[in-house]
């Protein structure tokens, strides 16, 4: 399609109810292409305003601060609950997604001989913790080869398939929305399989909140943990850890990253307390929520960058030549791929150098990943963005001259 056309399809940008760029209402350089919501996120400037408010109380008497904190994180921890449609009595606070999986996998007892099945779509640092419990437990880690076009059908049969290759498979760990490749995978049908089985499912879901409405939707018998900081806009150190384990008193073997006083309370209780850790992040955290429904509305803000996303897609890969064929058929929500050409960010060093360049050279904060030997630019979108960034960042930066 002509580029004139496809510009014609842009959707309209987001404005706040003043007439003014949504942009202003995220404390993000304007001088900058934010075109990277999906690694860290981004806070609204009233979210940030409020949080520092938080920490300024905290300073002013740290003996109350701290007395109170855990009745506030608590009363925070039901907020977020009842926005992600998750039980509260199954849902704690966590620094991170990556903090969630690692106290799940501290819970569980491997034997030596079991076996755990990842994909080849994992994030990387989560695959190194479930490599890491399973060394230390003599246990084996299986991963399935997922292709990139496969559709969740087959992604689901994949996985079954897998499970049912090994009589001893303890646990299945699969992302719900994958971080390399921005694809959605099956995991309500994957749950299905596993409680069928009677085999553990955990899933990390640190893109699912915000992007995905009811992210947490047919996944009982889980443990799933889910950043606050993505998609939903909260301080970065936010993340929900939803336990719903076959048998529910399985939940009192989670035990937070750091052990405090709150240790003898029960899950959740005991994760609302982790020392003299700056907290504000979870206190603040439902007010980003609110900000974005009061505002923008969730349901709103879901369809327009989703809509942005396709758009932002299209339009790099026609400017710059590239074919969309083979890419997942059912992408993120709110990320989308554009494949580089080959022996183009290749590795993990060579896509972390060109996501550099692209920033140091033309001001554009993207996300360069790369899948089995192959480079892919991974676009974002959310409120602020408009189809002008994805143009701009398009037509002057060319991967193949930087």
Not at 2 to 11: I, M, S, Y
Not at 156 to 183: C, E, F, G, Q
Not at 194 to 218: K, T, V
Not at 228 to 243: I, S
């Amino acid at each position: 399609m002509p580029q004139a056309d496809l510009r014609a399809l842009a959707p309209d940008p987001v404005l706040r109810p003043d007439g003014l760029p949504a942009l202003d209402d995220w404390s993000l350089d304007p001088a900058v292409r934010h075109l990277n919501h999906g690694s860290f996120g981004a806070v609204p400037s009233a979210t940030g305003t409020w949080q520092q408010a938080l920490r300024e109380e905290a300073e002013r008497d740290p003996v109350a601060w701290f007395r109170h904190l855990p009745a506030r994180v608590a009363q925070a921890r039901c907020a977020i609950a009842d926005w992600l449609h998750a039980p509260r009595e199954a849902t704690a606070l966590a620094p991170n997604a990556s903090a969630g999986v690692t106290a799940v996998l501290s819970s569980l007892t491997l034997r030596a001989g079991e076996r755990i099945v990842v994909t080849d779509h994992a994030y990387g640092a989560v695959d190194m913790a479930v490599r890491r419990h399973a060394a230390r437990a003599g246990a084996q880690v299986d991963t399935v080869h997922i292709p990139l076009a496969a559709d969740a059908e087959q992604c689901a049969a994949l996985m079954r398939a897998a499970v049912d290759s090994h009589d001893r498979t303890a646990l299945v760990v699969v992302d719900h929305i994958t971080s390399a490749t921005a694809r959605l995978m099956p995991v309500q049908q994957i749950a299905a399989d596993c409680r069928e089985r009677g085999i553990a499912l955990l899933i990390d879901g640190a893109h699912a909140p915000g992007m995905l409405a009811e992210p947490l939707s047919g996944l009982q018998g889980t443990y799933w943990v889910g950043n606050l900081h993505k998609w939903p806009c909260a301080p970065r150190g936010t993340a929900a850890l939803v336990a719903q384990p076959a048998d529910p008193a399985d939940r009192q073997r989670l035990f937070p990253p750091i052990d405090s006083w709150g240790a003898p309370n029960d899950y959740p209780q005991r994760f609302d307390q982790q020392g003299t850790l700056d907290l504000s992040a979870w206190l603040a955290a439902p007010h980003a929520l609110d900000f974005v429904e009061d505002r923008y509305g969730w349901d709103a803000a879901r369809t327009h960058i989703s809509t942005l996303a396709d758009y932002a897609q299209q339009y790099v890969a026609e400017r710059w030549g590239v074919s969309l064929d083979g890419l997942p058929p059912e992408p993120a929500p709110a990320m989308r791929l554009v494949p580089l050409p080959d022996s183009i960010a290749a590795d993990e060093a060579a896509a972390h150098a060109l996501q550099h360049a692209i920033a140091d050279r033309h001001a554009c904060a993207t996300s360069v990943t790369t899948w089995r030997g192959r480079g892919f630019l991974r676009l974002s979108a959310h409120l602020y963005n408009t189809p002008a960034d994805y143009q701009d960042f398009a037509d002057r930066c060319d991967v193949l001259h930087i």
